[in-house]
C-alpha cells in the first residue's frame, strides 16, 4: 500500500536573495562578511516582521529591531549551498535535488564576444548598444533614449551569467523584443558562448530619469541538468504550481500549472488564492522583488519595506492553512544591499517551515546542501529521492 501523504500541500516560498550570514565558503567568492538579513536591519530605523517571528526566524538569526520568539511555532535551521556558484537559477536547481559543480559562464569583465554581437545583429536585424556589465536602471539613464531615437537594442549583462536585452515596450514592441531574445538564447547554447539566462526587459517611459522596467520581464533558461524532484512530483500525479520566476527557471520541466507574477506583494496574493483551492502537491514561488529592486540596487531600506509587505501578506496566507499542509520559506543566496558592487553574495539561507499541526518546534540541524529541501518534500509524498539531499520530514512532529 502506498505510503500515506503527512502533507497534501507544500508551500515553498522563496524570498530571492534573503541571506542569513556568511557561508563557511564566502571568502572564496569575495563576499566573507556579508550578511544580507542583518544588514538590512542594521541600515533602517524600524522593522516589523511579526508572522515571520513567531514562525522562529529571528530565533535563527538575532537582527536589529525583530527580538526572538520566546515560543516559536514552527521548526528552523540554515542551509550551505553545495553548488559553486551564488545565482538563481543554481539555488533553485540545487533546493530540487540537483548538484551543480561549474558555475555557469559570464561576461562581467570583457562584455560579450565581437563574433556573439555581430550574429545576433545579423539575425534579430537590429545593432546593438551597450554590451557591458551594468545595473539595470543605470543602463537605461545612458542609452535608453539613444535607443527610442535608432530603434538600437541594449544587450548588457551583469555578475550573473545572464545576456539581458533591454527595449522599450511602446516603441520597440514586447513581441519583437521576445522573439530576439529567442535568437540570443539559441545562439548562447554555443558552449565557449552558454549563459544561464537570457532575459527580455522591457521598460517604458520617454527620457532619461522616467524610464521604468515593467512586470514583462521574461527569463530564458537552460534546462535543468537533470531530472528534478518537480519531474517525479509530476510523473506521479501531483499538482506543481510555479508562481513568479519558477517556470522559467526550470523552463516547465515538472510543472503543471503556473502563474505570472507583477511584483512579490502580487506573488503572494497568487499564494493566497491557491491555499483556498484543493490540490495535492507543491505549490512553488519566487518572489524576485527582493533581490532585482533591492539587493541589485543597494537598497536596504526598500529590501526592509519589501519584507515587511511579506510578513504581511504571511499573516493573511498562515491563518488559510490546515492541519495537512506545510509551509517553507526559504532564499536561493544572499545580495546583500549594503555590500561592493550590485552581484549575489554567497550566504547561508534560512528554511523556516511551519504547519498548524506540529507540536514541537524549535532549531534544527544545518543542512550542508539545499537538497535537503527537496528531499523532504519528496519524502512526504513518497516519490523517488533526489540525488542529493536528506528529508527532514521526521523531524517535522
Not at 3 to 17: C, E, L, P
Not at 246 to 271: A, R
Not at 281 to 308: Q, S
Not at 363 to 388: H, Q
Amino acid at each position: 500500500m502506498e505510503k500515506a501523504k503527512k502533507y497534501k500541500r507544500i508551500f515553498t516560498i522563496v524570498i530571492d536573495s534573503w541571506g542569513f550570514g556568511s557561508a563557511p565558503d564566502s571568502e572564496l567568492y569575495g563576499d566573507e562578511g556579508a550578511d544580507t538579513a542583518g544588514h538590512i536591519a542594521a541600515s533602517v530605523d524600524s522593522l516589523d516582521l511579526p508572522n515571520m517571528q513567531k514562525i522562529g526566524a529571528f530565533n535563527l538569526k538575532l537582527i536589529k529591531h525583530v527580538p526572538p520568539c520566546k515560543t516559536p511555532q514552527g521548526y528552523y535551521l540554515k542551509m550551505r549551498e553545495r553548488s559553486n556558484s551564488k545565482d538563481t537559477m543554481t539555488g533553485h536547481w540545487e533546493m530540487m535535488g540537483l548538484y551543480i559543480p561549474e558555475k555557469f559562464i559570464t561576461f562581467t569583465d570583457t562584455g560579450f564576444p565581437d563574433d556573439l554581437i555581430h550574429e545576433l545583429e545579423e539575425r534579430t536585424g537590429h545593432k546593438v548598444i551597450g554590451n557591458k556589465a551594468a545595473s539595470g536602471t543605470a543602463i537605461l539613464d545612458e542609452l535608453g533614449e539613444r535607443h527610442l531615437e535608432t530603434g538600437e537594442m541594449i544587450v548588457y549583462t551583469s555578475a550573473d551569467s545572464v545576456l539581458q536585452i533591454a527595449a522599450s515596450e511602446e516603441t520597440f514592441g514586447l513581441e519583437e523584443l521576445l522573439r530576439c531574445c529567442d535568437i540570443a538564447r539559441e545562439i548562447t547554447m554555443k558552449p565557449e558562448w552558454k549563459v544561464g539566462r537570457v532575459i527580455a526587459r522591457p521598460f517604458t517611459g520617454k527620457k532619461k530619469g522616467q524610464f521604468v522596467r515593467t512586470p514583462n520581464r521574461h527569463d530564458l533558461a537552460l534546462k535543468p541538468i537533470g531530472r528534478t524532484v518537480l519531474n517525479d512530483l509530476s510523473d506521479n500525479g501531483y499538482d506543481v504550481i510555479a508562481v513568479g520566476k519558477i517556470n522559467d527557471i526550470f523552463v516547465g520541466e515538472g510543472i503543471t500549472e503556473y502563474m505570472h507574477s507583477n511584483s512579490s506583494v502580487h506573488g503572494m496574493e497568487q499564494t493566497i488564492e491557491i491555499a483556498e483551492r484543493d490540490f495535492t502537491g507543491l505549490c512553488f514561488v519566487n518572489l524576485v522583488d527582493f533581490d532585482a529592486k533591492w539587493g541589485h540596487r543597494r537598497n536596504p531600506g526598500g529590501y526592509g519595506r519589501e519584507l515587511e509587505r511579506f510578513d504581511v501578506k504571511l499573516g493573511e496566507l498562515l491563518p488559510m492553512l490546515k492541519d495537512d499542509d506545510l509551509v517553507m520559506i526559504t532564499a536561493d543566496h544572499g545580495n546583500d544591499p549594503t555590500w561592493t558592487g550590485s552581484d549575489h553574495t554567497r550566504e547561508l539561507v534560512p528554511l523556516l517551515m511551519y504547519s498548524p499541526s506540529f507540536n514541537g518546534s524549535g532549531l534544527l540541524r544545518e543542512s550542508d546542501t539545499f537538497a535537503d529541501l527537496g528531499a523532504t518534500i519528496s519524502d512526504n509524498f513518497n516519490v523517488p529521492a533526489p540525488a542529493n539531499g536528506t528529508s527532514l520530514l521526521k523531524y517535522l512532529i
